[in-house]
């Protein structure tokens, strides 16, 4: 394992103050896959089933389910036990791994759900 994809929990299970690199990590890894249009979206204190959601798209279902792939390997590395779902499609696939929650995308599939309008209303995104 390179430096750079060292687990940024030391945990399986989440403790206070991880989620901040967990969160890094994973924006890293989508990068790394060559994600597009990645968005995290700060929920803390605003819901309770996460304190961040990423969003991104790949060009196609193909690149979208390997995205998914490689973050569940990666997230498996760092001693997280993620929970997906919609890898069979690879049009929008949701990976759960605690407090970061993962939303991938193809950008049709992304355009029409439009997640990030939805959570606008509650929350400021910031583009990563």
Do not use: C
Not at 68 to 76: D, M, N, V, W, Y
Not at 106 to 126: C, H, T
């Amino acid at each position: 394992m390179r430096p750079e994809e060292q687990s940024p929990v030391e945990r399986k299970d989440a403790k206070p103050g991880l989620t901040e690199p967990l969160h890094d990590a994973i924006i890293r890894s989508l990068d790394q896959d060559k994600a597009e249009d990645i968005i995290a979206i700060d929920l803390a204190g605003k819901t309770s089933f996460a304190d961040h959601m990423i969003i991104a798209n790949g060009r196609s279902s193909r690149q979208v389910a390997a995205m998914a792939s490689h973050l569940i390997e990666r997230l498996k590395e760092w001693g997280i036990r993620p929970r997906a779902e919609g890898m069979s499609q690879g049009d929008w696939v949701l990976i759960d791994a605690g407090d970061v929650v993962v939303h991938l995308f193809r950008p049709e599939v992304r355009d029409f759900y439009n997640l990030e309008k939805m959570w606008s209303a509650a929350v400021i995104g910031e583009a990563v």
